[in-house]
């Protein structure tokens, strides 16, 4: 690999940070440590992983080097630490997490400068760069993560530029940065797409960055169905909840004059009805779909609908689809990063939202969360069968 392309890895990598360094600008110390909610860590902790997942894969792993604080790796283990309990570890804080973020990263440098990163490296953590662009989708992701927390936070408001919107608005227009997918113009158009019956070819191929649950990429045969033009709306959602007496999404509460608001970031704003919904559980999408006589669509279907929809990237949505394995799958470069959540309690979620980094985004991109939660930024699209 030419020194231009660790150039622009470099330069990659300083953007993810400048961007996480941003986020979390306007808040101080006590902030980043606070527990603001069981389900999701202190700032703190997602700082300080994010730092040591580089130590672990592109200081230590690649560079064959010695951890800086020796055992504390261990406290930011995602898996050995679930998020209720990040708050009593004796995890780094305040200057002390901060010249953790940059000598980590000095190091990471270093190592970069001597290592061979081309697409014959030998090493398949190092060829074509793997293990870089998983580093800055991992931090770029754990930005998102933060942007769930930060929504909780008073006063905050989401720096400019940052994702197409503030938390409780939606967006006006495409960043010129993101490229994927093609938000149209006037994403509202409603109506389904009718999707033929055949054979789709599904997942990420073997070239270029994918995480190991895309691959491989393999055939599917799937039976004509429609799926919806655009993610339901907050109107719809809303004549749902008049309806059926559903609970209305996180965030929402009624206000005698001004009828449903949002209060992300302690504000009060209204919900626009001509927005995708957010804040809603699978439990939730799966109800709303079959109130109007519709399905969730299976993620094989959304990812073979993918190229005719509108509005993707505003919210994660929702699919009928637990969180299994490829046929073929091979867990790459380890195991906890996809395999251990593979089974039935995950549901799987497709496309992106407003706080996700575009650099992530891809059709074949799995996203998974548990069925009840509603802190993400989820919304929903409807399917059904398409009439013979
Ligand atoms: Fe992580």
């Known amino acids: 690999m030419t020194s231009s392309s660790k150039e622009a890895i ?40 994010i730092a040591n997942f580089e130590e672990l894969w592109l200081v230590q792993t690649v560079g064959g080097r010695e951890p800086l604080h020796g055992e504390l790796g261990r406290f930011y283990d995602a898996i050995e630490n679930p998020r209720r309990t990040r708050g009593e570890l004796p995890i780094l804080r305040d200057a002390e997490l901060r010249s953790y973020l940059d000598e980590v990263r000095e190091r990471t440098l270093e190592v970069l400068d001597e290592v061979e990163i081309g697409p014959d490296a030998a090493d398949p953590l190092l060829r074509d760069g793997f293990v870089y662009e998983m580093l800055i989708a991992h931090e770029q992701q754990h930005n998102e993560t933060m942007l769930q927390l930060l929504q909780m936070v008073d006063g905050y408001e989401v720096p400019p530029g940052m994702g197409r919107l503030s938390p409780g608005q939606m967006p006006v227009q495409l960043d010129r940065h993101f490229e994927y997918p093609p938000v149209r113009e006037t994403p509202h158009t409603g109506g389904m797409v009718r999707i033929d019956a055949g054979s789709y070819e599904i997942g990420a191929s073997a070239q270029g960055f994918a995480y190991d649950n895309e691959r491989p990429r393999h055939a599917v045969e799937l039976e004509a169905f429609e799926i919806d033009r655009t993610p339901v709306s907050n109107a719809a959602y809303i004549a749902y909840m008049e309806d059926t007496g559903a609970e209305p999404p996180m965030y929402w509460e009624l206000d005698d004059d001004a009828g449903w608001v949002l209060t992300t970031g302690g504000g009060r704003g209204p919900v626009d009805p001509s927005h995708p919904v957010l ?3 699978w439990h939730e999408a799966d109800a709303f779909a079959r109130w109007a006589g519709k399905r969730l669509p299976a993620e094989h279907e959304w990812e073979a609908a993918h190229p005719r929809l509108d509005g993707v990237g505003i919210a994660w949505e929702w699919t009928s689809s637990d ?10 470069p380890y195991r906890e990063y996809s395999e251990a959540f593979v089974g039935d309690t995950y549901k799987v979620l497709r496309g992106g939202s407003w706080a996700t980094e575009r650099n992530v985004m891809r059709p074949s991109f799995r996203n998974w969360d548990l069925p009840e939660r509603r802190q993400i930024f989820a919304g929903v699209r409807c399917a059904k069968d398409a009439p013979s």
């Open 323 to 332: 969180f299994l394995a490829y046929p073929g799958f091979e867990a790459f």
């Open 279 to 281: 804040h809603i559980s």
């Open 10 to 49: 470099a330069s990659r990598l300083a953007e993810a940070r400048r961007r996480t360094l941003e986020l979390i600008a306007p808040l101080d110390d006590a902030q980043l440590n606070r527990v603001y909610s069981p389900i999701l860590s202190p700032l703190a902790w997602d700082l300080g992983h």
